[in-house]
């Protein structure tokens, strides 16, 4: 790590990595495909290989921050610690995956430089809230995260993709001003915000609990609309107009993880998750959390369009991270960010083959999914590996996520996780079966709805099938060896570990 | 840079455009080109005044150099200096985005020596160091903005700004009852001097009432807003962005000279909450009717309403908070929300001039075809929106974070109400424009078709966004504050 300079430039060179590419896609003229692929590709390569100096220097134990000052007072922090370099390891690997499937998905469609442009703002701003170092940046890139998706739901621009993109909106936006209420509330009570390992809390004087209390309702309030909490969570299924990518990306990295994310760091790098427990937030935020995992299971089950089930089964899934965070004990803690990434390495491979679906065969129903498995083999196993291990079979990634979560509620004694886990996974088995075999069991019908038949010796487009078979196998890899060094159940036992100072 | 050389480009800030004006009078055929370049000389005099004052300081001179009472003196400080900075950088390109709008028209001719007195008297206005000057300027601009606002001639046009031109004489007159009382009963105009001389009393604060109405009045505030909407909806674009983004705020200014200044004493706490109140009343009423509006230049016309608003909630928490960082950090908030509403409300007005022009009506409900085939545009509507609802990065961002951190610490709870509720109609109203452009017309041609008009609508936009909102630290060591904020 020798060149002096190296760990203040690094966090802000990982945003720049890909809101530069961004900033130059939009004046890229349309017919311009290579131009485009190209800055597209260079970003996200770059982005990785970033990304990989940021995980050896971390694991070193070695402190990376960038700061810019905007007032006094007001610090852009970019600041990696164990738990940002899981979010941002996360999204960059999956950004480099989405973006081949895009190019791919959109090749022939209209708006494509608009389309890159606000694709590769809505990765930097995703990277910039897990780099966030304090509560003001963290706010800054969740609303530029805001903004930059907005233009990808509603990119199709069909009166449904309008409709949708204007729900998105009103929700995000007004847990947005919430969350700067909440933030401008505890910045006025304690100064500036600092995300630190263990919390910045604990000290207050017991008279300010009850505005504590508050604040971290409002806190939950804004992140919650993100992070898909159940009441706030209308806006998730109406936002699947849009194309498949942006679902992906919404769904396993962007924004829905945003939210979960900014829970996971309010509870334990600013509250502290012994202090949270102490002031009675934790049992709070498990029952909200309990609450969505059931209510999602169930509205999926009575789903028929792919698309929203998996929209649900995504409501149901990101509170698993909520609720891994509500119990205290540093099991439970990985268990819960494990699944960051769990969840999002299977959930943007049912997004793919969806994805693959609708284009491919023109199959938008899980009633017109029969006999899919005989014509697309291998997006077929691509899903049934994702959707498998949502239910938690091993030795798929999931299993290892609800066997941590599990373990860490008997480890705190609050029984009731099982339970919880297990009317889920029931719940998950009754949603994600019936597809499977409807899929591989059942004839195929005459004649697919819309059949688009790509050149070539493969089933679809090679763009479009490589992806979900790669995150495939990476829902499989991180299963079958996770205890290897530097697998997410590595990382995130290194995450709790420093957060509980152990 | 020298403490003369600074003196010299305060006259010339003034003198120039004044000249410029003559110029392009007497000779109509090279309105445009004379225009052009007294535009440039001005602004470069106005931000040479801005930078001076952040490096040297405050600074006074008096041309002439007869003295007070007998001549006249001109003061740069940091308030003024940043306005000023903020104006001429607006004014410049708007200038630029003129010489594509009017072309060689026939508009064109009496386009540019109005537009050279109002940037005159504007800057005159900044650096005026008495209270009758002001007077002066606060006419001088109040008349050239109404005349370039009827520059259109249509009926509507000439009706709105007829009675912009007798509500801004109403005001004038009333602000001048009030130094004719300031006068009698201290016997000075300077505000140097009068600061020396002011007391606490029945004269004083009679005097503050009558200027502040007066001022109200032209800086439309709540409810004394109804001539703003049909006179800036209806003036030309350039006009438009000059009338919302500047003059306006010259009223302002003098409102917050007087009371955080001159009369600091006299004021009290039951009447900055009365300014709040209405300020509140400004941006929920303004934002709302904003949302409503139908035409993309009547809903920023509102929008400013609102902004305007903004401001005045700061009054009743600068009242509140004790002399320290707390304050001077809400005192920056305030110039920066001027600054940042200067600058996007001018890049909005001049990109929706670009979509009327092109679409050929300002409808919001039919401008999606245009948005999208003119993305540089859309692009500064959208930037100089997230600026106007307060979105970071944004000076309208930084801005509200430290309005509300202030109403916290002063336990003001109410006045975070009324953010909030603005800033979810703002995006409300923001948000209803931007959706038209993702419609289903075809994919534009390239990012930019019309550079001159174009490019001065993004860059303002952008200064609201990138650089007021990134870096708006210098902000606080031009306005004199060593800002350890904690």
């Not at chain 1, 780099?131 to 940046?137: I, K």
């Not at chain 2, 608003?309 to 004790?322: D, E, H, K, Q, S």
């Given at each position: 790590?020798?060149?002096?300079?190296?760990?203040?430039?690094?966090?802000?060179?990982?945003?720049?990595?890909s809101l530069?590419?961004g900033?130059?896609i939009f004046?890229?003229?349309?017919?311009?495909?290579?131009?485009?692929?190209?800055?597209n590709?260079?970003?996200a390569?770059?982005?990785?290989?970033?990304?990989?100096?940021?995980?050896?220097?971390?694991?070193?134990?070695?402190?990376?921050?960038?700061?810019?000052?905007?007032?006094?007072?007001?610090?852009?922090?970019?600041?990696?610690?164990?738990?940002?370099?899981?979010f941002?390891?996360l999204s960059t690997v999956l950004w480099l995956i989405t973006t081949i499937y895009a190019i791919g998905y959109l090749e022939?469609s209209p708006n494509r430089s608009r389309f890159f442009g606000f694709f590769s703002l809505c990765v930097s701003a995703t990277v910039g809230i897990a780099?966030?170092?304090?509560?003001?940046?963290f706010v800054i890139f969740y609303e530029i995260l805001t903004l930059a998706t907005y233009p990808l739901v509603a990119h199709r621009g069909t009166p449904d993709a309008t409709r949708g993109g204007r729900i998105y909106l009103a929700y995000t936006m007004s847990g947005g001003i919430v969350l700067l209420?909440?933030?401008?509330?505890?910045?006025?009570?304690?100064?500036?915000?600092?995300?630190?390992?263990?919390?910045?809390?604990?000290?207050?004087?017991?008279?300010?609990?009850?505005?504590?209390?508050?604040?971290?309702?409002?806190l939950m309030l804004g992140l919650g609309v993100k992070a898909a909490l159940v009441p706030l969570h209308g806006w998730l299924p109406q936002s699947m107009v849009a194309p498949a990518p942006v679902s992906s990306l919404l769904h396993a990295v962007a924004v829905v993880k945003a939210g979960a994310f900014g829970i996971v760091r309010?509870?334990?790098?600013?509250?502290?998750?012994?202090?949270?427990?102490?002031?009675?937030?934790?049992?709070?935020?498990?029952?909200l959390a309990?609450f969505t995992i059931v209510y999602g299971s169930v509205m999926a089950l009575t789903q028929d369009g792919l698309k929203k089930r998996l929209a649900y089964s995504t409501v149901s899934q990101v509170s698993y991270i909520a609720l891994?965070?509500?119990?205290?004990?540093?099991?439970?803690?990985?268990?819960?960010?494990?699944h960051l990434v769990h969840q999002g390495i299977m959930k943007i491979t049912l997004f793919f083959c969806a994805g693959n679906y609708a284009e491919t065969l023109g199959v938008h129903r899980v009633s017109q999914m029969?006999?899919?498995?005989?014509?697309?083999?291998?997006t077929?196993?691509a899903f049934?590996?994702g959707a498998?291990g949502m239910?938690?079979?091993?030795?798929?990634?999931?299993?290892?996520?609800?066997?941590?979560?599990?373990?860490?509620?008997?480890?705190?004694?609050?029984?009731?996780?099982?339970?919880?886990?297990?009317?889920s996974?029931?719940l998950n088995?009754?949603y994600f079966?019936?597809i499977?075999?409807?899929?591989?069991?059942?004839?195929?019908?005459?004649?697919?709805p819309k059949?688009?038949?790509?050149?070539?010796?493969?089933?679809?487009?090679?763009?479009l099938?490589?992806p979900p078979?790669?995150t495939?196998?990476?829902?499989?890899?991180?299963?079958?060896?996770?205890?290897?060094?530097?697998?997410?159940?590595?990382?995130?036992?290194?995450?709790?570990?420093?957060?509980?100072?152990? | 840079?020298?403490?003369?050389?600074?003196?010299?480009?305060?006259?010339?800030?003034?003198?120039?455009?004044?000249?410029?004006?003559?110029?392009?009078?007497?000779?109509?055929?090279?309105?445009?080109?004379?225009?052009?370049?007294?535009?440039?000389?001005?602004?470069?005099?106005?931000?040479?005044?801005?930078?001076?004052?952040?490096?040297?300081?405050?600074?006074?001179?008096?041309?002439?150099?007869?003295?007070?009472?007998?001549?006249?003196?001109?003061?740069?400080?940091?308030?003024?200096?940043?306005?000023?900075?903020?104006?001429?950088?607006?004014?410049?390109?708007?200038?630029?985005?003129?010489?594509?709008?009017?072309?060689?028209?026939?508009?064109?001719?009496?386009?540019?020596?109005?537009?050279?007195?109002?940037?005159?008297?504007?800057?005159?206005?900044?650096?005026?160091?008495?209270?009758?000057?002001?007077?002066?300027?606060?006419?001088?601009?109040?008349?050239?903005?109404?005349?370039?606002?009827?520059?259109?001639?249509?009926?509507?046009?000439?009706?709105?700004?007829?009675?912009?031109?007798?509500?801004?004489?109403?005001?004038?007159?009333?602000?001048?009852?009030?130094?004719?009382?300031?006068?009698?009963?201290?016997?000075?105009?300077?505000?140097?001097?009068?600061?020396?001389?002011?007391?606490?009393?029945?004269?004083?604060?009679?005097?503050?009432?009558?200027?502040?109405?007066?001022?109200?009045?032209?800086?439309?505030?709540?409810?004394?807003?109804?001539?703003?909407?049909?006179?800036?909806?209806?003036?030309?674009?350039?006009?438009?962005?000059?009338?919302?983004?500047?003059?306006?705020?010259?009223?302002?200014?003098?409102?917050?000279?007087?009371?955080?200044?001159?009369?600091?004493?006299?004021?009290?706490?039951?009447?900055?909450?009365?300014?709040?109140?209405?300020?509140?009343?400004?941006?929920?009423?303004?934002?709302?009717?904003?949302l409503?509006?139908?035409?993309?230049?009547?809903?920023?016309?509102?929008?400013?309403?609102?902004?305007?608003?903004?401001?005045?909630?700061?009054?009743?928490?600068?009242?509140?908070?004790?002399?320290?960082?707390?304050?001077?950090?809400?005192?920056?908030?305030?110039?920066?929300?001027?600054?940042?509403?200067?600058?996007?409300?001018?890049?909005?007005?001049?990109?929706?001039?670009?979509?009327?022009?092109?679409?050929?009506?300002?409808?919001?409900?039919?401008?999606g075809?245009?948005a999208q085939?003119?993305p540089?545009?859309t692009f500064?509507i959208a930037?100089?929106g997230s600026?106007?609802v307060?979105l970071p990065?944004?000076?309208?961002?930084?801005?509200?974070?430290?309005?509300?951190?202030?109403?916290?610490?002063?336990?003001?709870?109410?006045?975070?109400?009324?953010?909030?509720?603005?800033t979810g109609l703002a995006a409300a109203y923001v948000f209803r424009v931007l959706g038209q452009a993702f419609g289903l017309e075809?994919t534009?041609?390239?990012?930019?078709?019309?550079?001159?008009?174009?490019?001065?609508?993004?860059?303002?936009?952008?200064?609201?966004?990138?650089?007021?909102?990134?870096?708006?630290?210098?902000?606080?060591?031009?306005?004199?504050?060593?800002?350890?904020?904690?």
């Open positions: 790590m020798g060149a002096p300079g190296l760990s203040t430039l690094l966090p802000g060179a990982i945003v720049l990595s530069l590419p900033v130059l004046l890229v003229k349309e017919e311009s495909h290579v131009l485009r692929g190209v800055l590709m260079f970003g390569i770059l982005k990785l290989i970033l990304v990989g100096v940021l995980i050896w220097g971390v694991w070193l134990g070695q402190g990376f921050e960038t700061r810019i000052t905007i007032a006094p007072g007001l610090d852009l922090v970019l600041n990696a610690d164990a738990l940002s370099v899981l941002v390891t022939h780099l966030a170092g304090n509560l003001l940046t209420i909440g933030a401008v509330w505890l910045r006025a009570l304690t100064g500036p915000v600092d995300f630190v390992e263990g919390g910045v809390l604990a000290g207050m004087p017991a008279s300010a609990h009850g505005q504590l209390v508050a604040i971290f309702a409002l309010v509870v334990y790098d600013v509250y502290g998750v012994e202090f949270a427990a102490q002031l009675g937030l934790l049992a709070m935020l498990g029952a309990s891994g965070t509500s119990i205290l004990g540093p099991v439970a803690t990985i268990g819960g960010m494990v029969d006999g899919v498995g005989r014509r697309m083999p291998w077929t196993l049934s590996v498998l239910i938690g079979i091993p030795p798929i990634a999931g299993f290892v996520s609800k066997w941590y979560l599990g373990l860490g509620g008997v480890e705190a004694e609050q029984y009731w996780v099982l339970v919880v886990l297990a009317a996974t029931l088995a009754g079966l019936p499977l075999y409807r899929a591989w069991f059942r004839p195929p019908p005459p004649k697919w059949e688009h038949v790509f050149p070539g010796r493969f089933e679809t487009m090679g763009a099938l490589w078979v790669i495939a196998l990476l829902c499989l890899v991180a299963g079958i060896l996770a205890a290897a060094p530097f697998s997410p159940l590595e990382w995130a036992t290194l995450i709790a570990q420093r957060e509980y100072g152990l | 840079m020298t403490e003369a050389l600074a003196g010299d480009l305060i006259v010339a800030a003034i003198v120039a455009p004044l000249l410029g004006a003559l110029l392009a009078t007497a000779l109509p055929g090279a309105a445009r080109g004379l225009g052009m370049a007294a535009a440039l000389v001005t602004a470069m005099a106005g931000g040479g005044v801005t930078a001076g004052v952040f490096a040297l300081g405050p600074m006074r001179i008096e041309p002439g150099g007869w003295g007070v009472p007998l001549g006249i003196a001109l003061e740069a400080n940091g308030l003024s200096a940043a306005l000023l900075g903020m104006a001429n950088l607006v004014a410049l390109g708007t200038s630029v985005y003129a010489t594509s709008y009017f072309g060689r028209a026939d508009k064109a001719p009496h386009f540019w020596p109005l537009w050279l007195m109002l940037w005159a008297s504007l800057n005159g206005l900044f650096l005026a160091a008495d209270l009758f000057n002001l007077y002066v300027t606060l006419e001088l601009l109040g008349l050239s903005a109404a005349a370039l606002g009827a520059l259109t001639g249509s009926r509507e046009a000439v009706a709105a700004n007829l009675r912009y031109l007798l509500v801004g004489l109403l005001g004038s007159i009333t602000y001048l009852l009030g130094v004719a009382l300031i006068y009698t009963g201290f016997g000075a105009l300077d505000m140097a001097e009068l600061s020396q001389r002011m007391a606490p009393g029945p004269l004083a604060a009679s005097a503050l009432v009558l200027m502040t109405a007066g001022l109200a009045l032209k800086a439309a505030l709540f409810p004394l807003h109804f001539w703003l909407p049909p006179a800036h909806a209806n003036a030309p674009a350039p006009v438009s962005a000059a009338l919302s983004a500047l003059v306006v705020k010259a009223a302002f200014y003098l409102v917050l000279v007087l009371w955080t200044g001159l009369f600091a004493s006299v004021v009290t706490a039951a009447a900055a909450n009365l300014l709040g109140l209405l300020g509140a009343a400004a941006v929920i009423w303004g934002s709302w009717r904003a409503r509006a139908e035409r993309l230049k009547l809903m920023a016309a509102y929008s400013t309403v609102a902004q305007i608003g903004y401001l005045f909630l700061f009054f009743p928490l600068l009242v509140a908070m004790p002399a320290g960082p707390g304050r001077d950090n809400l005192f920056v908030a305030l110039v920066l929300m001027a600054l940042s509403h200067g600058f996007a409300k001018a890049g909005f007005f001049l990109a929706a001039g670009l979509v009327q022009k092109h679409a050929g009506n300002d409808r919001i409900a039919e401008l075809g245009t085939r003119l540089a545009t500064a930037l100089a600026a106007l307060g990065p944004s000076g309208g961002f930084i801005g509200k974070w430290l309005l509300m951190q202030g109403a916290v610490e002063t336990a003001q709870w109410w006045w975070i109400a009324v953010v909030a509720a603005g075809p534009p041609i390239r990012f930019v078709t019309d550079a001159r008009a174009e490019l001065p609508a993004l860059l303002l936009s952008l200064v609201s966004v990138g650089v007021l909102g990134l870096a708006s630290g210098p902000l606080w060591v031009l306005l004199g504050f060593d800002g350890d904020a904690g």
